[in-house]
């Protein structure tokens, strides 16, 4: 167990439904990031949220959306889902990246595996 | 900007050497290596600020040319639990923001073989 939770661990959905998939970082990092796997494309970053900010964007297109809360876990919103975005989705969490390097590395949690039929 | 991981993949026996490559277009302030085992989240393994400097876990080990804008890893005397995916992750300075989130490469697959 990496301390990071990410549920549900399997989603399949239908073309054209939203989901929302959570993701509670490990206890005391500020910092939670999203990336979309997929085979051919390697890890994506999507999205960062940094103490319920967001702070960085990345290849996120504009059907998904993101939040972080104050109790510091954050949801990936993806709406009118299209057969391309089965992929897994991984949450990383990090401590106070501020300073300028993240010195202890990514903790990832162990995915959501999104199936769009 | 996702840096360029060289070999796509590579197969070994046990006990033999290997080098990843991780190149990009841009300065760079830090590279991050993870790994990933089939079916599982990436770990982490080490990171390299710019200077120059080598770490080493276990008997992998990695370095970092900033002006080259590249990093190296090194599998010395690889083991079977070595198998799996390598990434490189990349910080570039001076972004529109200061999130510092990571880019990562696609991917080095390692197979390790009896």
């Known amino acids: 167990d990496s301390g990071v939770t990410q549920t549900p661990k399997h989603l399949i959905t239908a073309t054209g439904q939203r989901v929302t998939l959570r993701c509670s970082p490990r206890s005391g990092d500020l910092s939670v990031y999203w990336y979309q796997q997929s085979l051919d494309q390697g890890l994506q970053f999507l999205i960062q949220y940094y103490n319920g900010e967001e702070r960085a964007k990345g290849n996120i297109l504009e059907r998904f959306s993101a939040q972080q809360f104050p109790d510091l876990h954050s949801e990936l919103n993806l709406s009118s889902l299209e057969l391309g975005d089965s992929a897994l989705y991984f949450c990383?969490?990090?401590?106070?990246?501020?300073?300028?390097?993240?010195?202890?590395?990514?903790?990832f949690g162990s995915g959501t595996r999104l199936t769009v039929v | 900007q996702q840096p360029v991981q060289s070999p796509q993949a590579v197969i070994l026996r046990e006990g033999e050497d290997a080098v990843i490559n991780c190149s990009s277009s841009k300065a760079l302030y830090s590279v991050h290596w993870y790994r990933q085992k089939h079916g599982e989240a990436p770990v982490f393994l080490m990171i390299l600020l710019k200077g120059g400097e080598q770490k080493g876990h276990e008997k992998i080990s990695a370095s970092f040319n900033e002006k080259k804008q590249q990093s190296s890893l090194y599998l010395t005397a690889s083991q079977l639990s070595y198998s799996g995916t390598y990434f490189c992750?990349?910080?570039?300075?001076?972004?529109?923001?200061?999130?510092?989130?990571?880019?990562f490469g696609k991917g080095t697959s390692l197979l390790v073989t009896p």
């Open positions: 990383a969490s990090s401590v106070n990246p501020l300073q300028g390097a993240i010195l202890n590395g990514y903790t």
């Open positions: 992750g990349t910080e570039d300075p001076g972004g529109s923001n200061s999130g510092y989130a990571l880019n």
